[in-house]
Structure formats: C-alpha cells, structure tokens
C-alpha cells in the first residue's frame, strides 16, 4: 500500500478496509509489534520517514534484543545481514584506556538493515504498511474508538481505529494533544546525535570503541557494509562551545586520543531530542505505548533496541486481547507489565549514565573493571543482556 494510492482515494473510509490496530512508527518497537500482530487481524503500520533510513543509535544488538528476534521466528537476520559479532569493548577517558571482553551473542548491525527488515517480515505476515505519513492522535473524549490524523506535505485525513499502538520513539510528537500522555524530560538531559562514515582501516570489526568526557561520549562501530557508526550523548552546553555535534565529537575523541576514522568531516549528522525523558502514562483508552515513546534513560549500556523489540513482544498478547475486545482494565495490565519489564532497567541504566558524569567515578570504575576481569565479565553480561536471556530460556518467562 502507498501514500499514492490513500491520496488518489481522498479519504481512508474510501479504501474500504476497517483497520483492527493501527501501528504509529516503523522503528524496532513499531514493526516488530506488526511481526507480532500481522496474520488474523488487519494491522496497519505508519511512518513518516522513508525506508531504509538511518538513525541516531549506536547499532549493537545486544544479545537479549537477539533472542527476542530469534523467539520470532527471525533468527536469520544475522545470516541475511552478515551482522558482525561483537567481542570487545575499548573504554577511554582522557588518556585511560580499557579493553573488556565482551559475552558472545551481541552483533554490530544497521538500523537501515534491522528496521527494513523487520517491515519486510510485518509486510510478509500480512500487515499494511505506509511510509510518509505523519501520524496523530486526536483527542476525541465523547468517541468509543480512537482517532488519529494522518498527513503528508500535500493531504491530510482522519482514521478510526479500534487500537492504536503508539511507537513513535524519541523524536516522536503524535500523543502531543492528549494530556494524559505528557512527556517530563529532564532538565539536565544530554541529546544524542549521529553519523554513518565511509570505511577506515584503524579500528577492528568486532570492537566497540567508547570515548568519555565529562561532557559526553562517543562510540563507534564496524558495520556490516563496511562503514562505521557513529553515535554520542553530550552536554548541550558543550555542543554549543565546539561549535556543533561534529565537532564536539570530534574533541571528545581528540580528549581520548582516538584517531578520526576517514570521511568523518564529510559525515552528515543527525540528533536527537533531550535523551532522559518519562512518560507516566503508558496506556490510556484504546491506546498502548511501546519502545522509547515511553521514555529513555541515556543510551550508554546500549539496551534500547533490546527494550524496543522486548516491550512490543510483551504487548502482543494484550493487544490480541484488545483487539479482540476492549476492556478498560487493559490499561492497567500494560502499564504495571510495562514497568515490570522495562521500568528497574531504565532506572539502572539511568544511574549508571549519571555516575559516569563523575570523571573520578568514572576512571576507579574502570581501574576495577582491569584489574578484576571476572566481575567485568559479569557486570557486562548484565548489561549487554547475555544474563537476561540465559535466564529467558531457562524460565521461558518473557511476558514480566
Ligand atoms: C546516541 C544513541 C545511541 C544508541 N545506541 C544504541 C545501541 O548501541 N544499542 C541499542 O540497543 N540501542 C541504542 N540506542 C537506543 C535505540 O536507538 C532506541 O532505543 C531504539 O531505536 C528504539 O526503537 P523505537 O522503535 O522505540 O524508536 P525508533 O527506532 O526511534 O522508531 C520510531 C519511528 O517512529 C517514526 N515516527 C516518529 N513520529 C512519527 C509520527 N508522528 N508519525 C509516523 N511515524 C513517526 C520515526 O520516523 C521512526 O522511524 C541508542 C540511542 C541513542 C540516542
């Protein structure tokens, strides 16, 4: 389905086709949650970019989002997309420097790869999809059913649906005009920001670089096509005085005396808005949210993805419920699943983003982590999620 063909029909209602749930944003959450859904009913999956399109993420897969892939039925991904395995973990700050192993099952891999793959297998499955459109919740308090407003620069038209799933991440704005859905960002908040730059011989596929300052971090990664991502969060104080993102991660890694990898002053960059945000509210009447639309701690321990595939894996059964038929105790089941899953990750992830602000921390944390090699091993097992999922498969616990 294309944005042409709702255009040339003037109106959805004339499409003819009654959506059962209406998926906003086509990231991790977004389509995974259409993998999910797509079969017996009609799922329809938005969004306002185009695809395959690259985004602000540090691009590791870590191993817990792998196998929520891999419960699925989608573990060929890393065959089809020749991920590369990730083995370790270079740390800097200033002139410090650590190289930690990491536990198998973590994968450098493209956002433009993971997200389009995953609409493939929605599409495949049976769900619509439709790229271009901007989408909004409407606040409609007198209707049983949900209303969102779908736009592109030239057409504009309402929908009613049974079921909105709201994974419009970060960046996203379509839950704005309902106030129950209020965002609280934190008045400190590092953004993020990124880049794709062309291949360069000094870093190794497999390694992790990650380059500290007080005002933020940068890491880059080989990717699957050869070239290297690049991802950061910084102060936007900071940013400001460098002159920008670029050059502001250009000095973080001047500070952790890392070369720049070729192409970096020809990359085009892209952010983000305030990273560290909450939202209280992740269900309200015939709406569930997903992914970081729900909020986000800073992206250090690189879970995000994980987060985004795992809370659109726990909805399914809900939203299969909902769809079927609504109940207004629904809202409540998501919000406590919701924080059970996500919520203490979020909140460890959040603490250790902050105490790494501390350069004193900072460096005794990296002192123990060299000299005791086994509680490393632990500690980033824990984070990179290999624990969680030999925990998943031995509980086959993963719905909270
Ligand atoms: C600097 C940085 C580094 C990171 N590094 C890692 C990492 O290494 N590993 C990891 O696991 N995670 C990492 N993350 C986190 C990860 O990128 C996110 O957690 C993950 O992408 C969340 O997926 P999502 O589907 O919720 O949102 P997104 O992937 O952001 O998808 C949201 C989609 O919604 C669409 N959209 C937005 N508004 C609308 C609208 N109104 N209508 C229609 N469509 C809309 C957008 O176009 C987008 O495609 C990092 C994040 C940052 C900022």
Redesign the pocket.
């Known amino acids: 389905m294309t944005v042409e063909l709702i255009k040339s029909t003037r109106s959805f209602a004339q499409l003819q086709i009654v959506w059962d749930a209406i998926i ?7 389509a995974f949650a259409a993998v999910h859904l797509a079969g017996g009913k009609k799922i329809l999956l ?4 185009q695809f395959p399109r690259a ?8 191993a817990s ?1 792998y196998s929520a892939l891999e419960r699925a039925g989608l573990g060929e991904i890393l065959e089809e997309s020749d991920a590369l395995p990730l083995t370790t973990l270079e740390l800097h700050h200033g002139s410090t420097e650590s190289l930690i192993n990491l536990p198998a099952g973590g994968h450098a891999l493209s956002r433009n790869f993971l997200d389009a793959f995953l609409i493939r297998k929605a599409v495949s499955k049976g769900a619509d999809f439709v790229c271009g ?4 919740v409407l606040p409609q308090p007198d209707s049983d059913l949900v209303t969102i407003e779908v736009s592109a620069s030239d057409f504009c038209a309402t929908i009613e649906t049974n079921l909105v799933i709201v ?8 839950l704005d005009r309902i106030e129950r859905f209020a965002v609280h960002v934190e008045k400190d908040a590092r953004f ?1 920001c ?1 880049a794709i730059v062309g291949g360069a011989e000094s870093f190794e596929n497999g390694r992790v670089y990650m380059c500290c300052h007080p005002a933020g971090y940068v890491g880059l990664v080989a990717l699957e096509d050869g070239r290297y991502d690049i ?3 910084l102060d936007k104080e900071f940013s400001k005085e460098c002159g920008g993102p670029a050059k502001a991660a250009e000095a973080i890694f001047a500070h952790c005396q890392v070369s720049l990898p070729s192409g970096f002053s020809e990359a085009v960059w892209q952010g ?1 808005e305030a ?1 560290t945000r909450k939202r209280d509210h992740v269900a309200g009447h015939r709406i569930f949210v997903i ?3 729900c909020g ?1 701690p800073e ?1 250090f321990t ?7 595939l795992r809370s659109a894996e726990a909805l399914a059964p809900l939203a299969q419920a909902a769809m079927d038929q609504w109940r207004q105790e629904h809202v409540a089941v998501w919000q406590r699943r919701h924080y059970n899953l996500i919520g203490a990750r979020h909140k460890r992830s959040k603490l250790i983003a902050y105490s790494l602000r501390n350069g004193v921390v900072f460096k005794a944390a990296l002192t123990v982590l060299t000299k005791f090699p086994l509680l490393s091993k632990n500690l980033v097992a824990k984070l990179t999620g290999a624990q969680a999922v030999n925990r998943i498969k031995s509980s086959e616990e993963i719905h909270c």
């Open positions: 906003i944003g086509a990231g991790a959450a977004g938005l969004d306002k970019s985004k602000v993420c540090g691009c590791c897969l870590n989002a459109l901007t989408a909004k994974a419009d991440g970060l960046n996203g704005h379509s993020g990124g991802a950061a969060a983000t990273l992914g970081d639309a986000y992206p690189g879970e995000g993805i994980a987060w985004a």
